[in-house]
Every structure is written in C-alpha cells, then in structure tokens.
Antibody, heavy 113, light 111 residues
C-alpha cells in the first residue's frame, strides 16, 4: 500500500537550516508531484512548494522563494525539503503529501534559541 | 485563490446533521471539466485525511455519511449523522491553481 514516511523531529537555532526527508513507496514515485505543506501550532494549513520527482521541476510559494529548496533522489524514492534562515515563526509541523490523497506523518521543526 | 469556510466552529449533537460551507474567490472549474475542490478532516495529532475529492466523490474509506456538493465557487460538506469519531478540524482545499490554498478550517466537536 502507499506509504509516505518523513524524517524525525528537529530542533534548530534561529538562522540555521533544516533538511527534512520524505520517502514514498507503493506507487509510481516519478509520476506524481510531491507537495510540502506546513502547519504552525494551532494554525491552519499553508502550502509551501512542490517538486515533480520525475524531472525535478520545482514550484515555490512566493513567501518561501529563496529560503526553501526541494530536491529528490529517484533511486530511493525520496524527496528532501531544505529551509534556510530559520526564524521562530518557522516552528511548525511540515508535511509532505502526494496531493490530494497521501500525506506523510509530519515532521515537527522547532526553532528556538 | 482565497478559500473561505463558514462556520469556523460547530458543536453538534451525536446523530444530528452538520454542514460546512467553503467559498473560493475564483471558479475551481477547470477547462477539462473537472472542479478541483477537496475536503479533509484533520483529527488531533494526525495528518489531514482526504474525505471528498472533486467536489462530491468520496475517497476510499470515507464513511457514506459524508457528502460533498457545489459548483464554481460555492461548496458544501455535509455529515448526515455526526458520530463521535467525526471530531476534528475540516479543511477545504483548491487544486486548480498554484499555490494550493486551504480554507481556515472548521472545528467540529460533540455537544
């Protein structure tokens, strides 16, 4: 069956970078875009970016342009989300999702000095 | 595209119906004839789970007490008889344009 498994929680200091992984299985990885959505504590869902695992094409929300980088490794069916220049308001749960159906379990990123 | 949900919270007696509205700032009808509107339920501490896709199609495993309707810019999610397990936050999402956007969420709890 389809599984989307993300890496574990991270604690970072302001100004640092984080890289979250997302491994997919059970479907044709290269065909479907992988999206990243985040959710700040007690808040709603915010779309950040997507990558086409087949050709590596990326699209980023304007808010995150220049700070977020998506990459993929087709040999392991894994997508990576890097976020730089972390601020306290980047504290959130980060989800990868093969929208609309399949979501990872979420990765908590805490930014604190 | 701005997605606006109402109400933002709902308290329902078990066995009673519930309804959530979602309005988009632009039509979600694509030139391919499909309307790209989705409904999710996010239970506490969990990832969002897809309930309804393309306005009115129930996703695999979604109970048949959930139904979706609407067209263009106005959409509704209905729960025919609310059960305790339906507690959580419901989101609509548009899938026609980037960036994907979600409604603010409707928190449903049990009276």
């Amino acid at each position: 069956q389809v599984q989307v498994v993300q890496s574990g929680a991270e604690v970072k200091k302001p100004g640092a970078s984080v890289k979250v992984s997302c491994k997919a299985s059970g479907y044709a990885f290269s065909i479907f875009d992988m999206h990243w959505v985040r959710q700040a504590p007690g808040q709603g869902l915010e779309w950040m970016a997507l990558i086409n695992p087949g050709d590596g094409t990326t699209r980023y929300a304007q808010k995150f342009q220049g700070r977020v980088t998506l990459t993929r490794d087709t040999s392991t069916s894994t997508v990576y989300m890097g976020l730089s220049g972390l601020r306290s308001d980047d504290t959130a749960v980060y989800y990868c999702a093969s929208l609309p159906e399949f979501w990872g379990q979420g990765t908590t990123v805490i930014v604190s000095s | 595209i701005v997605m606006t949900q109402t109400p933002l919270s709902l308290s329902v007696t078990p066995g009673q119906p519930a309804s959530i509205s979602c309005k988009s700032s632009q039509s979600l009808l694509h030139s391919d004839g499909v309307t790209y509107l989705y409904w999710y339920l996010q239970k506490a501490g969990q990832s969002p789970q897809l309930l309804i896709y393309e306005v009115s199609s129930r996703f695999s495993g979604a109970p048949d007490r959930f139904s979706g309707s609407g067209s263009g810019t106005d959409f509704t999610l209905k729960i025919s008889r609310v059960e305790a397990e339906d507690v959580g936050v419901y989101y609509c999402m548009q899938g026609i344009h980037l960036p994907r956007t979600f409604g603010q969420g409707t928190k449903v709890d049990i009276k």
